[in-house]
């Protein structure tokens, strides 16, 4: 399976997770934008993204959002609130890049892309409501840039399709991810176990869009393989907007970095075998075959002599019945541990 490049760190085998602070939806002034950068700098993500959209280009004005987070309300008035201006777009991307801060966007129409190519974006997200959008993907593609792809509300044949939609334009820098597009996501939406399907369908990193309320799902997928992992950040869940609820806090990020970096440690490389900081207490704490009466040179081994104990440097208990039976080579003495040597 390969690897893909987001700026100067790679995503796939053998990486560590990738972590995604998504931070569009959370802000509309740039000076927003900078103090969520500075937080998820702090909290340790390796990336933030914005969202790239003009309600113009992205719906109708009778379309409405009927979910958890938003209650009903118009989607056109919605996003026109919410969407950033070319030049706050800039100054954000400005800011990120002056921080050290990998940044790209999710766009929603082709002049989306267009535009994001122009401040020199390094790679290209897609929402989970244009998995299919295959005119999107092959626009998207055809940038040469590593394209995110959220696949939320899809089957996996549309999956597949959409895959292949972009290795046909020559663009093999693909990234998956598996989506609940629940805003939040509740437990029994989550279904982590189509990403570990999607992991076994496609040779390409896969991972996890989370909108689930706190860092267990977020946890449970890196733990399951996810090797990159994307969110809602804010700095505040009460904050005014539709996502600040279902968004990770910089507490919450920081924990969830913190464990996720520790992940490849705690997993190993998968070998059952003794642990070298393990091999003192195998040699005092296994049982070895120990006499339980003196017993003298030529005498037999048997159960009224020898039994099971501690320390482990002696004959392996494992080996108790193949030594009954055995003579003794010397005089031995009651809790005598056996060695290979005292028998015959």
Known sequence: MRTVALGDKRVGPGQPVYVIAEIGGNFIRAEDGFRLIDLAIAAGVDAVKVQTFRAETLTTRSAIFDMENTGVVSQWELFRKFELSDATHREVFDYARSKGMFIFSTPTHSTDVDMLEGLGVLAHKIGSDDAVNIPLLK???RT???VLLSTGMCTMSEVRRSVDAILEEGNDQLILFHCTTNYPTHAESVNLGAMVAMQREFRLPVGYSD???GTDVSYAAAVLGATILEFHFTHDKNAEGPDHMLSKDPAETAELVRKVRVLPTILGDGVKRPMATEMN???N???????????KAGEKINPANMTIMRPGYGIPCEHYYSILGKTAGRDLKADDVLNWEDIF
Request: charged share 25%; hydrophobic share 35%.
């Open 285 to 295: 704490n296994r049982k070895s075959l120990v006499l339980t009466a003196d017993v």
């Open 144 to 146: 040469g840039k590593p």
């Open 281 to 283: 207490t195998r040699r």
């Open 139 to 141: 626009h998207v593609a």
């Open 211 to 213: 909108h689930t309320l």
